[in-house]
């Protein structure tokens, strides 16, 4: 009789092989997010220098903050206008930045960069996985959306306003598919915090408002999204323009709000505050997504109030000006991941996934900072090639004393480093347009420079030493020629009465 071996019996999956297959795909898919998690944290250890114009007064006031147990409220560390009113809206960045550095140097500042950029990663990824399943194309997304940041990956608390921005979208998402108005609860929470760090709080009201517009025209409209009663809405949206005046300066804060949205043409001197320039793959990036949320809502054949107002507010506001470049990226992932079809059938992606990912992502994390000697003595090193260190060093040594006369891009160094009072730097709640426009004349040397006040009455310059101005100063002989080397100059200068 036949006896059927082994080899002629067909094979079928054993119960360990599908036992097994969901963990190999769960390892896949937390290999893959360590991957997209990495490469923006990575970038921004591999770069690493500390040279932001504005993070030194920053610093300068958290220290002071740290010192005096109390917030500013007048204008520190200027010169002329050491009387105004000032209100640091980003006091808690500032204090908690300071600690940071006297707990590790500027090492500490590349921390805090790189943990912020690792957590809006990840809080990106989780907002699309919310509005799509698919989990090739959430990952896809992600990782052009940080493409398109990457000329924001600074020391700046902008940061924090881009993870409380994605993490406001999360909640409102969430909270108008399911039409549970508990959820929108945290958001008084997230705007408490939020108005204590930065001041663009303000585009989460404006989105938040958004959303109250679409709960109130959905009766009207059949192809609304929303599952949200106006009534929720907008006691979400007066609890948190309450939760907003819990900061040292009130309704006052709002003042500052307004002063920042309608500065001057002068400004646009910036660089910072320019528009986007289009000139390398994040500023394209950027127009990219852009256009594919455009795409998207078109295929869609009706009006979304909600997914088009935020787009529109977004490209107003990112097309704009080059530093809030942030808002259209973040707005147009969301709105592609929540209108394109969902075709595809549904990944399923382990819980654990993510938070291992992100674990993951710190541990390389430090294992690459010691491969790429990151360390204080670098940094610092990095930071002479750009900031006026030897000509402060100089300075310090030699117990020169001010006024100070400065250019626009020290002036935020010079008096963290110096401890002296500048002429201009990046506050543009304290400085307007005016003394902006004068500073910028002088130094590049146009007509009637020598009749500036500020640098009349200043004893000490420095500036570039290739700057207009330093070319002029050179051979007056009202202005001694204290020190210089390839990057910066020192004056001397009796001040005039």
Not at 122 to 150: D, M
Not at 183 to 207: D, K, R, Y
Not at 340 to 357: E, F, G, M, V, Y
């Amino acid at each position: 009789m036949f006896s059927p071996t082994t080899d002629s019996i067909p094979s079928t999956p054993t119960r360990a092989t599908a036992q097994a297959r969901p963990r190999v795909i769960a390892t896949i898919q937390t290999l893959l997010l360590t991957v997209i998690f990495l490469m923006p944290a990575i970038g921004c250890l591999r770069v690493a220098c500390v040279v932001d114009p504005d993070i030194w007064w920053h610093l300068a006031t958290g220290d002071w903050i740290a010192l005096h147990h109390a917030i500013p409220h007048t204008a520190l560390f200027t010169r002329t206008l050491a009387a105004a009113p000032w209100q640091e809206y980003s006091w808690l960045f500032d204090l908690l930045t300071s600690r940071l550095f006297h707990a590790f140097g500027l090492v500490g500042i590349v921390v805090y960069t790189t943990a912020m950029v690792l957590a809006i990663t990840v809080a990106l990824f989780s907002l699309i996985r919310e509005l799509y399943p698919n989990f090739s194309i959430a990952v896809l997304l992600t990782f052009v959306a940080g493409v398109a940041l990457l000329h924001i990956e600074t020391p700046r608390p902008w940061l924090f306003s881009i993870l409380f921005f994605i993490l406001e979208l999360h909640i409102l998402f969430r909270a108008r598919r399911t039409g549970n108005w508990r959820n929108l609860m945290w958001l008084t929470l997230l705007f408490a915090l939020w108005a204590n760090i930065h001041i663009q709080f303000i585009e989460g009201l404006i989105v938040l408002a958004i959303a109250l517009a679409e709960s109130l025209f959905q009766r009207r409209l059949p192809a609304s999204t929303t599952r949200l009663r106006p009534l929720a809405l907008a006691c979400t949206l007066i609890t948190c323009l309450t939760a907003i005046l819990i900061n040292p300066y009130g309704w006052h804060l709002y003042q500052a709000a307004y002063t920042l949205s309608t500065l001057g043409g002068s400004l646009s001197t910036i660089s910072e505050l320019q528009s986007i320039a289009f000139r390398d793959l994040p500023d394209f990036t950027v127009l990219f997504l852009t256009l594919a949320a455009v795409a998207a809502l078109a295929r869609q054949r009706r009006l979304l109030i909600f997914e088009t107002a935020l787009l529109l507010f977004a490209a107003v506001v990112s097309f704009h000006s080059l530093r809030d470049v942030w808002v259209v990226a973040v707005a147009a992932v969301a709105v592609i991941a929540a209108t394109i079809p969902n075709r595809a059938t549904p990944q399923h992606i382990s819980s654990l996934a993510t938070p291992l990912a992100a674990l993951t992502t710190v541990i390389l994390c430090l294992l690459t900072a010691s491969s790429f000697a990151l360390n204080n003595t670098r940094l610092v090193e990095r930071r002479a090639q750009v900031m006026p260190s030897a000509a402060a060093a100089f300075v310090r040594d030699h117990h020169l004393a001010g006024p100070l006369y400065n250019g626009f891009n020290w002036g935020g160094y010079l008096l963290w480093e110096l401890n002296l009072p500048d002429a201009i730097d990046g506050r543009s709640t304290i400085y307007d347009d005016k003394a902006l426009d004068r500073s910028l004349a002088s130094w590049n040397g146009q007509q009637n420079w020598a009749t500036d006040p500020q640098l009349q009455s200043a004893a000490l310059i420095i500036g570039p030493a290739n700057a207009p101005l330093t070319h002029l100063l050179r051979p007056d002989p009202a202005f001694h020629l204290a020190y210089e080397d390839r990057q910066a100059a020192v004056f001397t200068h009796h001040p005039t009465p």
